[in-house]
């Protein structure tokens, strides 16, 4: 059983700051990648920045710049820095890993988050 647990989610004004972060937990063997996506109501949800092992951090191109995406490979947590925010920027955010569960496969399984919410005020 694997579980992704996010926080940090909240209001704030535009061109504030607010740190988001996410554990996750259980019977992990390995973690590919840690990532952030967002969704808003009636959109899909899309890849807001990621991070892979051994890889560069990737970021969408309307958050490049201002978010940073960070991770700790021993703890499995992943958070994401968001500075000069901006009311564009409002959306529920979905931590998401693509891990392994045992050695003998190289099978990569997809867990989510259960979403927080940010909110930019204008």
């Known amino acids: 059983q694997v579980q992704l647990v996010e926080s940090g989610g909240g209001l704030v004004q535009a061109g504030g700051s607010l740190r988001l972060s996410c554990a996750a937990s259980?019977?992990?063997?390995?973690?590919?990648?840690m990532a952030w996506y967002r969704q808003t109501p009636g959109k899909q949800r899309y890849l807001v920045a990621r991070?892979?092992?051994?890889?560069?951090?990737s970021y969408a191109d309307s958050v490049k710049g201002r978010f940073t995406i960070s991770r700790d490979n021993a703890k499995n947590t992943v958070d994401l820095q968001m500075n000069s925010l901006k009311p564009e920027d409002t959306a529920v955010y979905y931590c998401?890993?693509?891990?392994?569960?045992?050695?003998?496969?190289?099978?990569?399984?997809?867990?989510w988050g259960q979403g927080t919410q940010v909110t930019v005020s204008s």
């Open positions: 259980g019977n992990i063997f390995s973690i590919n990648s």
């Open positions: 991070t892979t092992t051994g890889g560069s951090p």
């Open positions: 998401n890993a693509l891990l392994r569960l045992s050695p003998g496969t190289d099978n990569v399984y997809s867990y």
